[in-house]
């Protein structure tokens, strides 16, 4: 199977502070990982598209300056929010295609982040 | 634009059959995708549809129209465990990113 682990899986920090989160693929190579945001009650909401190597493409409305995205290798990719304020807590989800696979996303566990 | 629509709740009795709609518009169509996701929780793959027809996977099927723009999950024998988010989502063409729907919450009585 195609495992994704996320970590941490709840972090709380104090306003203005950076978090970061770390999505790895465990058993297979990832060239594109992407990254999700979920308030409660609504759907995911794709942040942006992580590509191995290169700048990440980020959504319409995304900071990035805010929210840094590293993808250094083939099996991890960081998502760090900057600066952190409350109306970024939220349930952050990574997700990522295992190459040979019919475009099935797996997903992280996911991160709950609880800004004070 | 894109526009992905499915009902925002349902409700349905253990051991029953529900039939969850999905319809969309989008610039473009690389499969349909079922996930499942529990409260508080990653969603999970249920299934995928690129060709027209009904694709079954134990007690799930799922079912696909691409001239109507048109899908369903289909949910038998219904277990109390099913309460869960369903999202329907649309590939694009030229990547792999999804376009999400909202999600229809499904509530299982005893």
């Known amino acids: 199977g195609a495992v994704v682990s996320q970590h941490p899986s709840w972090v709380i920090c104090k306003s203005g502070t950076s978090v970061k989160i770390e999505c790895r693929s465990l058993?297979?190579?990832?060239?594109?990982m992407f990254w999700y945001r979920q308030f409660p009650k609504q759907s995911l909401m794709l942040m942006a598209t992580?590509?191995?190597?290169?700048?990440?493409?980020?959504e319409q409305g995304v900071e990035k300056d805010k929210f840094l995205i590293n993808h250094a290798s083939l099996t991890l990719s960081t998502l760090t929010v900057t600066s952190a304020h409350p109306e970024d807590s939220s349930f952050y989800i990574c997700?990522?295609?295992?190459?040979?696979?019919?475009?099935?996303?797996?997903f992280g566990a996911g991160s709950r982040l609880t800004v004070l | 634009g894109q526009n992905i629509d499915q009902p925002t709740e349902m409700t349905a009795t253990e051991g029953a059959i529900v039939q969850i709609n999905c319809t969309y518009q989008?610039?473009?169509?690389?499969?349909l995708f079922w996930y499942q996701q529990h409260a508080g929780e990653a969603p999970t793959f249920l299934s995928y549809n690129v060709l027209d027809g009904l694709e079954e996977k134990g007690r799930f099927s799922s079912f696909l129209s691409r001239s109507k723009g048109y899908s369903y999950l289909l949910l038998k024998e219904l277990q109390m465990k099913d309460s869960a988010s369903y999202l329907c989502?649309?590939?694009?063409?030229?990547?792999?990113?999804?376009?999400w729907g909202a999600g229809t919450k499904l509530i299982i009585k005893p």
């Open positions: 989502a649309v590939g694009q063409d030229s990547n792999y990113q999804l376009i």
């Open positions: 989008t610039s473009g169509f690389n499969g």
């Open positions: 992580s590509n191995e190597g290169s700048k990440a493409t980020y």
């Open positions: 997700s990522a295609r295992k190459p040979a696979g019919a475009n099935v996303l797996t």
């Open positions: 058993d297979f190579q990832a060239t594109t």
